[in-house]
Structures are given as C-alpha cells and as structure tokens.
C-alpha cells in the first residue's frame, strides 16, 4: 500500500497495487480521500508505506530552513499517524464491546445449564479472563522504522533514514542500525562528545538535531549550489 504525501500544501497521493493512483489536493494534512484511502488499507489488513513528495518546493518555493522544514515534516507525519490512531480506537472500541457481550452470553448459559442441570464441572470456571489489548505501535508512520519515504519526483530521488545511516556510520564511528534509530526525533549530536544524545542532555545548548544536521542541510546545500543562492 502506497500513501504518497506532497509538502506545501499541494496535493497527497495516494493508491495502491489493486486501485492505481488517484491525486488531490490537501490543504492541511491528511483530507479526506487520503483517510479514506488510509481507511481500505486499514480494513484490508495492509501495511502502509508513505511516501512525502515534492521536497523541493519546502527550499525552492517555502523557501524554508532546513529546522523549519523539520518541524513541518513532523507535523505532517503526525497527523497521518492521528489518522491512524483513529482507526486503532476505534478497532480497539468494537473489539472490547465484542468480548463483553460474548462474555455476557457464555456466562448467561452457563447459568442456564447450571439451572437445569446439565453443566459440567468444567462449565463453573470462568476463564474468559481479561479483555486483552492490542498493541498499537506498529500501525504507525516513522521514518526510523523505514515506513515513511522523502521524495522530489521531479528531481528524481527519495530516501529512507537507512541510506543516510549508512553513508553517516562509519564516519560517526556509530553502528548504521543504531544510527538509524536516532537520525528522525529529538537526537543531537554533542560536539565536544562527538555522542548521541536526547533532549534531556542539551543543557540549554541550541544544538540542531541530527535529521537536520546530516539529511536536510545537505539537500538544501546542494539546491542552493545547483540554484546559484
């Protein structure tokens, strides 16, 4: 499944191997065909892949800073993952009133057949249990899991974290899987330390995180070469 988003408010792109391509226009965030989009997957037990387009238009036409850019692709993931967290509550809402009222009907019968007397030894255990929940952290866009793309179809290029970690590793003398997990969030990298460290650890410092630091500012240094800025 495909969810291809585009920035600055141009259009989201959505489709997948069974329903081709559809293309829109997205103010703000997810609107509602690419919910709805988002919605078939969902019900279709898919695992969506999304794809945020036209990276571009953040430095040529937002004229953007690489930090802005950041804040405004966070955003963007956070409300498809909004979309998302819906689907899961919503799930989570039916399954629970599913299991209560079946609960309900399995202990009305045993009654019934403690009654007339032909319940089991078996049949006066209640070993329904608890309503066991469903773990929701899979169903979630995140670059570091390597489920979100960032693309210019116009230029011709996407990436995911993994082939910056892995141009990055060996020079930060940090293993290309651990990278990875710190190259999207609030990770930064400690100059004097030359160590990974999160927010807790800035003390006061305006470091930039690494998403920044080793993704962003490299596209923006080479548009602005290849555009003379």
């Known amino acids: 499944m495909l969810v291809k988003g585009d920035n600055g408010g141009s259009n989201i792109r959505?489709?997948?191997?069974?329903r081709g391509t559809e293309e829109h226009h997205a103010g703000s965030g997810a609107d509602k065909q690419t919910i709805a989009v988002l919605r078939q997957a969902w019900i279709d037990r898919l695992r969506p892949l999304l794809v945020i387009n036209k990276l571009d238009r953040l430095i040529t036409e937002l004229k953007l800073s690489p930090s802005e850019a950041y804040h405004h692709l966070s955003?963007?993931?956070?409300?498809?993952?909004a979309v998302m967290g819906s689907f899961y509550a919503s799930d989570r809402m039916e399954d629970d009133l599913r299991w209560r009222d079946e609960?309900?009907?399995r202990l009305a019968a045993r009654k019934a057949q403690a009654q007339d007397g032909t319940a089991t030894p078996d049949?006066?255990?209640?070993?329904?249990?608890?309503?066991?929940?469903?773990?929701?952290?899979?169903?979630?866009?995140a670059p570091e899991r390597g489920n979100v793309l960032f693309?210019?179809?116009?230029?011709?290029?996407?990436f995911r974290l993994g082939k910056f970690a892995r141009l990055y590793a060996d020079k930060?003398?940090?293993?290309?899987?651990n990278l990875r997990r710190v190259l999207w969030g609030d990770w930064y990298l400690d100059p004097k330390t030359k160590r990974v460290v999160g927010r807790n650890k800035l003390a006061g410092r305006n470091l930039k995180p690494l998403f920044v630091q080793f993704v962003l500012e490299n596209i923006w240094r080479v548009y602005n070469t290849v555009l003379g800025d």
């Open 151 to 158: 693309a210019s179809a116009i230029d011709g290029w996407a």
């Open 14 to 18: 959505t489709g997948s191997r069974r």
């Open 172 to 177: 930060l003398g940090i293993k290309e899987r």
């Open 123 to 141: 049949d006066g255990n209640d070993n329904d249990g608890e309503y066991e929940e469903k773990e929701d952290e899979d169903i979630y866009f």
């Open 103 to 105: 609960r309900e009907k």
């Open 75 to 81: 955003q963007l993931i956070e409300q498809v993952n």
